[in-house]
């Protein structure tokens, strides 16, 4: 099972439901397992009976919450401690230094920061990689209605204390009116729609899906795309 992992404390849940629909449109088998303080997936997706820590279906993602590691998952599964999770990848949302740890983040196949140029989605997400003790690999997911040099140069020097290595690209989401209004109109219907979605932030979904396969070309996951979009 791949690990992926999605860090900071910016709203991330409809971000990683959107790539995690890329994936299960392409057949893979993915769980979305949310680590962070206000568990925002328990109001946005939806579920007949929660209870502290549940597994639902939604959209053909498994969505985890309220756990606090892999051996609680497998307990709820009803599956043993050496066995393997029955899933070809888990995206993970955490805001959370414990939580990181505890799902072993270092070891992830790939992590992302993810967080806009706000003070506090940028000190409060870099706190989450506070207690690490070795260095994590991040590539910087940014939202922002206009990527300045001066904003990345500044997330550069307030790590400068932290242990982290950024790749030198960054993905870029737009915050535009019309991708906050399709999300928002998703969650009242309770569905995953692109069709309405800015071709920039389609784009980025597409470069984030395609790193996390990384065996199966642009053209494929272009066509899941489209075939979300026309809702097949």
């Known amino acids: ?22 994936l299960t449109t392409m057949g893979r088998r993915v769980i979305m397992v949310d680590l962070t303080l206000t568990q925002k997936a328990k109001y946005v997706v939806p579920v007949i009976n929660p209870t502290l820590t549940y597994i639902t279906n939604f959209e053909d993602i498994d969505v985890a919450v309220g756990f606090k590691n892999e051996k609680e998952i497998k307990g709820y599964l009803g599956i043993s401690e050496q066995e393997g999770l029955p899933y070809d990848i888990m995206l993970i949302d955490v805001d959370d230094s414990e939580a990181a740890k505890e799902f072993d983040l270092l070891k992830a196949a790939k992590n992302y920061f993810v967080t806009a140029f706000d003070l506090y989605s940028l000190k409060r997400g870099l706190e989450v990689l506070s207690n690490l003790k070795e260095p994590i690999n991040l590539t910087k997911i940014l939202f922002a209605k206009e990527i300045l040099k001066e904003e ?21 989401f737009p915050i535009e009116n019309g ?54």
């Open 1 to 22: 099972m791949k690990k992926i992992g999605f860090i900071g404390t910016y709203d991330k849940t409809d971000l990683i439901l959107n790539i995690a629909k890329i």
């Open 179 to 232: 991708d906050w209004s399709v999300l928002a109109e998703n969650q009242r219907v309770a569905k995953i729609k692109f069709k309405k979605l800015s071709t920039q932030y389609k784009d980025s979904l597409v470069f984030i899906a395609g790193e996390i396969l990384n065996d199966v070309s642009e053209n494929q996951i272009r066509r899941a795309v489209k075939t979300i979009e026309r809702g097949v």
């Open 152 to 172: 990345d140069d500044y997330l550069n020097f307030l790590s400068l204390g932290y242990k982290v290595m950024w790749n030198e690209y960054r993905i870029y």
